[in-house]
């Protein structure tokens, strides 16, 4: 019998990694905003083709995630750490890719998504800046979904501590300047964050050798054995394959954005970085959630699965219902540490009680998907997404912007997130993943 799994002691450390970004990532926005609004808008444009690309790198994170929890919770170690080593080579060939795309394309991503002319002039050099950190982006991804695979989850949150405090160390002075040099602006982010994804990649390489007696050789990081990330694909393409399409239909949102003017664009980025940390804790629930139906599901835990993310849908509703709540209300005092434009700081607040419906929605995405992933039941999630990511989400935002402005956006965001939410609650309460759930664990048994 599997101990039962204690979902906040994985829950935690997780949640301190989403905090650690989230705040950095906050640290940078407030920096650029300190520099002018159109500073401010390029960083939030440039984030969000970042956060886009970086889904491609999370076809790796989580089918290997998903993989190595199922392995190791039908007691094949020796199948975990063969997998594990798969990750480096595809993370060099998909990096690699994607440095490629940025450098090359850069100006076209820019115009696609109407930057304002006082945007492009900064976002150009930052996002090219920024090519070469994907590159160690997907290699840091891979490798700490591999660790908090085996539950090395403080090990985790201990690199990622390291990595984002030296980013923000580095990037105060770069971007401020010292002394009598004036810095280097956005671009100076950038330079750190390139610095810190350093970093993290030496401490994962570390904690490999120590934690999971994992040393990878030269080859490791180019070899890509068909066998072995078979399986990762089959779990990871659907997965992302949502995440990209939903990052595409946002783009779409951002580009109806950005015809409404800096203003709306600035409006924007501060309400999306103030909206990351309700995220955090229904974010590290779904991953937590994740990692322990996995394991539960190669243990032929089936009941035990079920009754955990149960307990982590009910978690999250109150937590990030509760958190959406506190910054509605608190949003005139913490809008005023990104500006202080009274138009901004109105429109965001309408924002941010809008969104009461949006998290609140959201939840049952964070932790039914990778629920329902975990399981083995990749196709329908990302199957039943789709649609309304691109209906609702992307041609949805192109209309609802021009009748309502931002507030038409945000409407269609919380759409969107309800439909999507509800079909994987039905899908996982009529018991749709059980069928899936045993063919893992016959898969699993059979390789261990």
Do not use: C
């Not at 970086?54 to 039908?74: D, K, P, Y």
């Not at 959406?324 to 209300?329: E, I, S, V, W, Y």
């Amino acid at each position: 019998m599997t101990p039962r799994p204690r979902l906040n002691a994985i829950a935690g450390p997780i949640l301190g990694e989403f905090l650690l970004g989230m705040s950095v990532a906050m640290a940078g926005l407030w920096l650029a905003s300190h520099t002018s609004d159109a500073a401010a808008g390029a960083f939030g444009m440039s984030q969000q083709v970042l956060e886009t690309l970086v889904v491609l790198f999370r076809v790796l994170a989580i089918g290997l995630g998903v993989v190595i929890t199922q392995a190791l919770g039908g007691g094949g170690a020796g199948s975990a750490k063969r997998t594990a080593l798969v990750a480096l080579g595809a993370s060099s060939w998909v990096g690699l890719g994607v440095v490629g795309g940025v450098l090359f394309g850069h100006r076209a991503v820019l115009e696609a998504l109407n930057a304002p002319a006082a945007v492009v002039p900064l976002a150009g050099p930052f996002l090219l800046l920024l090519a070469p950190v994907l590159l160690l982006e997907a290699y840091n991804l891979s490798m700490a979904a591999i660790l908090r695979a085996h539950l090395h989850v403080r090990d985790s949150l201990f690199v990622m501590l390291v990595m984002h405090a030296t980013h923000l160390l580095l990037a105060v002075p770069l971007m401020r300047g010292v002394g009598g040099w004036d810095g280097l602006g956005l671009n100076g982010y950038a330079l750190a964050m390139l610095a810190s994804r350093a970093v993290g990649l030496a401490l994962h390489l570390v904690l490999w050798r120590r934690r999971l007696d994992l040393a990878p050789r030269g080859r490791d990081w180019w070899s890509v054995p068909w066998p072995l990330l078979a399986p990762v694909l089959r779990i990871g393409v659907p997965g992302a394959a949502v995440e990209f399409v939903y990052r595409a239909a946002f783009m779409v949102s951002l580009a109806a954005t950005a015809r409404l003017g800096v203003e709306a664009l600035a409006t924007h980025a501060y309400t999306l970085q103030i909206l990351k940390y309700v995220l955090l804790v229904s974010m590290s629930i779904g991953w937590a959630s994740e990692i322990m139906v996995g394991r539960l599901v190669g243990a032929g835990e089936l009941r035990l699965a079920d009754a955990l993310v149960r307990k982590g849908v009910r978690n999250g509703l109150l937590a990030s219902g509760g958190f959406a709540l506190l910054m509605a209300l608190g949003a005139p005092w913490v809008l005023r540490a990104f500006t202080h434009d009274p138009v901004i700081i109105r429109a965001a607040q309408t924002l941010l009680w809008l969104s009461l419906a949006l998290e609140t929605g959201r939840v049952f995405n964070l932790v039914l998907n990778g629920a329902l992933r975990a399981t083995g039941d990749a196709i329908f999630p990302a199957a039943a997404s789709m649609g309304s990511l691109i209906v609702v989400m992307g041609v949805g935002s192109f209309f609802m912007s021009r009748w309502l402005g931002l507030p038409g956006i945000w409407l269609v965001y919380a759409l969107d997130e309800w439909i999507r939410g509800l079909l994987m609650l039905w899908r996982w309460t009529h018991r749709g993943w059980l069928d899936h759930a045993r063919q893992t664990q016959r898969r699993v048994r059979g390789v261990a």
